[in-house]
C-alpha cells in the first residue's frame, strides 16, 4: 500500500474524538495539508489517484507527496496523544520515555519516584512487559549512580522481581507461540477434515499441556491464553460443545477483570464470538441471546471496531432466521441495518467482510435473487487475491456453484469446478460435500419422473445422513445446509421447506 493510500485508510478510520483533536490542531492558520485532509472527508470514493489530481489542481505547484507524508505523521501524533489519555498501555510506555528523561536532565529522585509509580500500575494491570523494562531500567540507573541508598539486600529483592517478571512473560510468550501456531494452522489448513489431521494438532496440545503443568505461575493472561487455546482448539476438531465450556470459563475470566482489557476490547469480543460459534453449532439459539446484549454494550471510540462488533451483532442475530429458511424475515433483518453497517463494509476486516458478504449472498439465494447473490459474491471471489487466503473462501466459491446452477451457466461451472478440484488437490483437503456438489451441479439434468427422482433421493439420503453426522463435515454445514439445497432441487421442494423441516427435526 503507497503512503497516500494509507493515509485515505487512516483518516476514514479516524474516530469522532480524534477529528475534534486534528480541527483543534489545525483551527489557526488553513494549511496545505488541512486541505488535503478535507479533500479526503469530503470525498468517500476518493482513491489515490484522484486525491493527487484535485490536490494539484486546487494548489498549483504544491508537492503532493509531500503533504501526504506531513498529515500521514501529524495524525499519528495526535491518534499518539489521545490514546495515551484512554489506554493505560500507551500511558505506561509514556511515563517509561519521561523518567528516561527525567534521567538524562539528572532530576534523579524524579526519576526513580516515576519509575515506583510505573511498577506499581504495571503490576496492577499485569502489564509485565513494561514492568521488566521499568524495572531493568531502575538498575541500571542504580548501577551508574553507584547504588544511593541502596543495600544488598535491596539489591537481591529487585533482582528477585525481575527474574519473577522474566519467568511470567517467558511462560506468556510460550502459551502465545503455541496459540500462534494453532491459529496459522486453522487459517492455513482449515479445520481438521479427519482423524489424521486431528492428531497432527496433538503436538500442540501436549505441549500446551506441558508449559501449564511446569509452574505454578497464574495470572490473568496467562489464564487467558490457556483458556484461548484450549477454546479454538476445540473448534477445530469439532468439538463445539467442550469449546462452548472453554469460551464460558474465559468470558468468565474476562468479566471478573474488566480493568485488563485492551481498548479497544478485541479479545472480549473474541470471546464473545467463540461462544456464539459454539452455541450456533449447537442449535442453542436461546442461549445466544445474552452474548448478543453483551456484544451490544460495548462501546468504544474506534469506528472500525464498533462497525466490526455492529457485523457481529447483525450475524448473530441473523443465523437463527437464516437456518430455519425464513428468508423474507432475513431480508427484512437486513434491511434494518443498511445505516449501521451495509454503507459501512469499507470498515471491516478482510475476514468479517467476507463473512458478511456469504450470508448477505445466502438470503438473495433463498429469495431466488441469484443475480444479486453472484454480484455480492463476485465482490468477493474475484475482487482480490487476499480473500483466497481464507478459509470461507471455499465455502464461497461453493454457494457461487449453486448459483451458477440456478442461472444454468454450465459452461463456467466446468469452469469453476476445475478450479476448485485444483485448489483441493494443492491443499490436500477436502470435505465430502464440496465432493457432492461439485458432482451434482455439473450434472446438468434430473430425471424428469417423480417416481425416478424419489428413488434417487432414496439412494442419496442414506450417504447424506452420514455425511451430516461426521463431526468434520458439520464444520461446513455450519455455513450452510447444502444437502439441504441438493435434497430441496431432487425431491423439488422450496429450499425454505426442506430447512424448516430439518430444524423441527432438531427439536
Not at 497464574?218 to 477454546?231: D, R, S, T, Y
Request: charged share 25%.
Amino acid at each position: 500500500m503507497i503512503k497516500s493510500e494509507s493515509l485515505i485508510y487512516l483518516v476514514n478510520s479516524m474516530t469522532k474524538p480524534e477529528k475534534k483533536a486534528f480541527k483543534i490542531a489545525t483551527a489557526t492558520t488553513i494549511t496545505n495539508y488541512s486541505k488535503l485532509y478535507t479533500l479526503i472527508v469530503n470525498d468517500k470514493d476518493v482513491t489515490s489517484a484522484s486525491l493527487r489530481i484535485n490536490y494539484l489542481r486546487l494548489i498549483k505547484g504544491a508537492s503532493f507527496d509531500t503533504s501526504v507524508n506531513y498529515l500521514y505523521e501529524l495524525l499519528l501524533n495526535i491518534m499518539l496523544e489521545l490514546r495515551k489519555e484512554q489506554d493505560i498501555y500507551y500511558e505506561l510506555f509514556d511515563k517509561i520515555s519521561k523518567a528516561r528523561i527525567l534521567y538524562e536532565k539528572s532530576l534523579y529522585k524524579e526519576c526513580f519516584n516515576l519509575l515506583d509509580k510505573i511498577k506499581a500500575s504495571a503490576t496492577v494491570y499485569e502489564n509485565y512487559y513494561a514492568l521488566l523494562i521499568s524495572s531493568r531500567l531502575e538498575l541500571e540507573y542504580l548501577l551508574a549512580l553507584n547504588y544511593p541508598e541502596t543495600n544488598e539486600k535491596a539489591l537481591h529483592h529487585k533482582q528477585f522481581k525481575v527474574n519473577e517478571t522474566l519467568r511470567i512473560t517467558q511462560k506468556m510468550h510460550q502459551q502465545s507461540a503455541l496459540y500462534e501456531l494453532l491459529k496459522h494452522r486453522m487459517i492455513y489448513k482449515g479445520n481438521s477434515r479427519s482423524e489424521k489431521q486431528k492428531t497432527e494438532l496433538n503436538d500442540l496440545v501436549v505441549s500446551e499441556m506441558s508449559i501449564m503443568a511446569s509452574s505454578n505461575l497464574e495470572g490473568f493472561e496467562i489464564n487467558k491464553l490457556h483458556q484461548l487455546f484450549q477454546a479454538n482448539y476445540l473448534i477445530s476438531v469439532g468439538d463445539y460443545k467442550s469449546a462452548y465450556h472453554s469460551f464460558f470459563e474465559l468470558n468468565n475470566l474476562l468479566e471478573a477483570n474488566k480493568h485488563l482489557w485492551s481498548n479497544p476490547p478485541f479479545y472480549y469480543v473474541l470471546t464473545l464470538e467463540g461462544v456464539l460459534d459454539s452455541l450456533r453449532s449447537l442449535h442453542n439459539y436461546d442461549g445466544m441471546t445474552y452474548y448478543i446484549q453483551q456484544l451490544k454494550n460495548l462501546k468504544s471510540s474506534s469506528l472500525n471496531f464498533n462497525t466490526n462488533v455492529v457485523c457481529l451483532i447483525f450475524l448473530y442475530e441473523l443465523f437463527p432466521i437464516l437456518d430455519s429458511g425464513d428468508f423474507l424475515a432475513c431480508e427484512i433483518h437486513m434491511k434494518k441495518y443498511d445505516e449501521t453497517l451495509l454503507k459501512k463494509v469499507n470498515s471491516l476486516s478482510l475476514s468479517r467482510n467476507a463473512e458478511l458478504s456469504l450470508n448477505i449472498a445466502l438470503i438473495h439465494f433463498g429469495l431466488k435473487k441469484f443475480r444479486k447473490a453472484q454480484n455480492i459474491l463476485s465482490k468477493v471471489i474475484f475482487a482480490s487475491r487476499d480473500y483466497s487466503y481464507l478459509p470461507l473462501y471455499r465455502t464461497l466459491r461453493l454457494v457461487n456453484l449453486m448459483v451458477l446452477y440456478e442461472l444454468k451457466d454450465f459452461d463456467f461451472i466446468k469452469y469453476e469446478s476445475r478450479s476448485i478440484k485444483r485448489e483441493i488437490l494443492m491443499a490436500g483437503k477436502n470435505y465430502k460435500i464440496e465432493r457432492r456438489i461439485i458432482n451434482f451441479v455439473n450434472k446438468q439434468t434430473l430425471p424428469a419422473y417423480a417416481l425416478k427422482r424419489i428413488n434417487l433421493w432414496e439412494k442419496m439420503n442414506k450417504d447424506f445422513k452420514t455425511i451430516s453426522q461426521d463431526v468434520y463435515e458439520q464444520q461446513t454445514i455450519k455455513h450452510f445446509d447444502f444437502l439441504a439445497w441438493i435434497e430441496s432441487k431432487i425431491r423439488r421442494i422450496h429450499l425454505s421447506k426442506i430447512l424448516i423441516e430439518k430444524m423441527h427435526s432438531r427439536f
